[in-house]
């Protein structure tokens, strides 16, 4: 099982299988359908929009979402419609589905029996437009909203190569979550007739950073979100760079039985109680992360290298496990500064993310994001849901059900909350744990 989510999670070549058109029982205009600003489309009607039908018939991709959820995650009946994927104009090509190499690929799905409602997402960590499928698009389509999933623009452990100045390729994202969002509310018209009611932005980890961006600079384009443990970005932390470095350099004195390394990892941010996730993200996650992301903003720490050195000693020169964010150059604090968030929401907003996240520290990430959103005085748009036992990616709970709790659950339980928070009926409170009974299931 570590074997399969460490594949996974490091989001190495993927394999695509092309998509194809395939039979439905019922009256199909697809191909009259244009997305704006597409490059390419490709038009499909479907039996079945949701993971148990485009795992068949080769609309998604398996690899692309493995990892993300717990075997368990109740799928949902059949959701026949239209299926669209395409991409926009990009200069990278590190996506390779359908043949076309090139990145900002978009995955645009509406179900027959519609609601009148859309979700739009970005893809997390720097996986490709499926990869929301399963945690996600299951549940949504057969709620019967149309589903928008972006690449984001550029994708693969060497994302960082796109653009010309540090920064650029996270720019990138929150620009493209604006494209494919204007898009899809026109193509939805064309389709449906009317354009949506109601606009929602869903994501996980970078696609919740996404999430939160969107809500506070281009709160005009929708209605709602949820963040599902999105990653924090502020220009004076914290943020990745202030907790990662720590983790890496003290994990070997750690694994040795040093008390003091130990609470040095601790001081960094990550929580007691989920040290047995640690051998796992010290294999998998915290070295990769930190080296990848570290090169896009700040490429000049490690020169000519091509994000650093994998799993070098602390004291190796130029060596991550030894990065001191406050220490770097005010250039790149200012790289970071460009797309940090503040915590000024314009539309409610509801936040969850377990207490045992092991990548992005609840601690350093999420609780400071909701006090970002009291200091803007939002507080009213927010509700911050603490999952007692979550982690970063539910795969985890697979191997340790016992210690775990999957997030899957409560993101369903959370999307309907703020659909009803919409219909007039706020969730109770800003601060409080999901149990298991209110996540719908616990999987065990």
């Given at each position: 099982?570590?074997?399969?989510?460490?594949?996974?999670?490091?989001?190495?070549?993927?394999?695509?299988?092309?998509?194809?058109?395939?039979?439905?029982?019922?009256?199909?205009?697809?191909?009259?359908?244009?997305?704006?600003?597409?490059?390419?489309?490709?038009?499909?009607?479907?039996?079945?929009?949701?993971?148990?039908?485009?795992?068949?018939?080769?609309?998604?991709?398996?690899?692309?979402?493995?990892?993300?959820?717990?075997?368990?995650?109740?799928?949902?009946?059949?959701?026949?419609?239209?299926q669209l994927d395409g991409h926009f104009d990009?200069?990278?090509?590190?996506?390779?589905?359908?043949?076309?190499?090139?990145?900002?690929?978009?995955?645009?799905?509406?179900?027959?029996?519609?609601?009148?409602?859309?979700?739009?997402?970005?893809?997390?960590?720097?996986?490709?437009?499926?990869?929301?499928?399963?945690?996600?698009?299951?549940?949504?389509?057969?709620a019967g909203y149309a589903f928008a999933a972006?690449?984001?623009?550029?994708?693969?452990?060497?994302?960082?190569?796109?653009?010309?100045?540090?920064?650029?390729?996270?720019?990138?994202?929150?620009?493209?979550?604006?494209?494919?969002?204007?898009?899809?509310?026109?193509?939805?018209?064309?389709?449906?007739?009317?354009?949506?009611?109601?606009?929602?932005?869903?994501?996980?980890?970078?696609?919740?950073?996404?999430?939160?961006?969107?809500?506070?600079?281009?709160?005009?384009?929708?209605?709602?979100?949820?963040?599902?443990?999105?990653?924090?970005?502020?220009?004076?932390?914290?943020?990745?760079?202030?907790?990662?470095?720590?983790?890496?350099?003290?994990?070997?004195?750690?694994?040795?039985?040093?008390?003091?390394?130990?609470q040095a990892i601790l001081d960094a941010g990550?929580?007691?109680?989920?040290?047995?996730?640690?051998?796992?993200?010290?294999?998998?996650?915290?070295?990769?992360?930190?080296?990848?992301?570290?090169?896009?903003?700040?490429?000049?720490?490690?020169?000519?290298?091509?994000?650093?050195?994998?799993?070098?000693?602390?004291?190796?020169?130029?060596?991550?496990?030894?990065?001191?964010?406050?220490?770097?150059?005010?250039?790149?604090?200012?790289?970071?500064?460009?797309?940090?968030?503040?915590?000024?929401?314009?539309?409610?907003?509801?936040?969850?993310?377990?207490?045992?996240?092991?990548?992005?520290?609840?601690?350093?990430?999420?609780?400071?994001?909701?006090?970002?959103?009291?200091?803007?005085?939002?507080?009213?748009?927010?509700?911050?849901?603490?999952?007692?036992?979550?982690?970063?990616?539910?795969?985890?709970?697979?191997?340790?059900?016992?210690?775990?709790?999957?997030?899957?659950?409560?993101?369903?339980?959370?999307?309907?909350?703020?659909?009803?928070?919409?219909?007039?009926?706020?969730?109770?409170?800003?601060?409080?744990?999901?149990?298991?009974?209110?996540?719908?299931?616990?999987?065990?």
């Amino acid at each position: 099982m570590f074997a399969r989510i460490a594949l996974t999670a490091v989001c190495l070549a993927l394999t695509a299988v092309p998509a194809a058109a395939t039979g439905h029982s019922g009256r199909c205009a697809a191909d009259r359908l244009h997305v704006p600003g597409a490059q390419r489309q490709l038009a499909a009607c479907l039996d079945d929009l949701t993971t148990v039908g485009t795992a068949v018939t080769g609309h998604t991709v398996t690899a692309d979402w493995a990892g993300l959820t717990s075997a368990g995650l109740p799928r949902p009946v059949a959701v026949p419609g239209v299926q669209l994927d395409g991409h926009f104009d990009d200069t990278s090509t590190g996506n390779t589905h359908h043949g076309w190499n090139s990145d900002a690929q978009f995955v645009l799905r509406m179900p027959e029996r519609w609601n009148g409602g859309l979700v739009v997402t970005g893809a997390p960590g720097v996986r490709r437009q499926y990869a929301n499928d399963r945690a996600i698009a299951d549940h949504v389509l057969a709620a019967g909203y149309a589903f928008a999933a972006t690449d984001k623009g550029n994708t693969g452990i060497g994302f960082h190569s796109d653009g010309r100045r540090p920064g650029d390729a996270v720019a990138e994202w929150n620009t493209r979550v604006t494209q494919l969002t204007i898009a899809a509310k026109s193509t939805v018209a064309q389709h449906y007739g009317r354009p949506p009611a109601r606009t929602l932005m869903a994501g996980l980890s970078n696609g919740g950073y996404l999430v939160r961006w969107q809500l506070e600079n281009r709160p005009g384009l929708y209605d709602g979100g949820v963040d599902w443990e999105g990653t924090l970005w502020t220009e004076e932390g914290p943020n990745m760079f202030t907790s990662l470095p720590a983790a890496i350099r003290h994990y070997p004195a750690y694994a040795a039985g040093d008390p003091a390394a130990h609470q040095a990892i601790l001081d960094a941010g990550f929580a007691p109680g989920s040290e047995f996730l640690w051998p796992f993200h010290h294999q998998v996650y915290w070295d990769l992360t930190q080296r990848i992301y570290r090169e896009e903003f700040d490429p000049a720490f490690d020169g000519d290298r091509q994000a650093g050195i994998p799993f070098c000693a602390s004291g190796t020169p130029d060596c991550d496990a030894d990065y001191d964010y406050a220490a770097r150059p005010k250039s790149v604090h200012r790289a970071v500064e460009r797309i940090s968030l503040t915590g000024r929401i314009h539309k409610p907003l509801i936040t969850l993310h377990g207490t045992l996240d092991a990548l992005l520290p609840i601690s350093r990430s999420s609780d400071v994001y909701a006090h970002l959103v009291t200091a803007q005085d939002r507080g009213a748009l927010h509700r911050y849901y603490r999952i007692d036992g979550g982690t970063h990616v539910d795969g985890l709970y697979d191997v340790y059900p016992d210690r775990l709790r999957p997030l899957g659950p409560c993101f369903r339980t959370a999307f309907d909350a703020l659909e009803g928070w919409l219909d007039g009926t706020p969730p109770t409170g800003t601060l409080m744990p999901i149990s298991a009974s209110t996540c719908g299931y616990s999987g065990k």
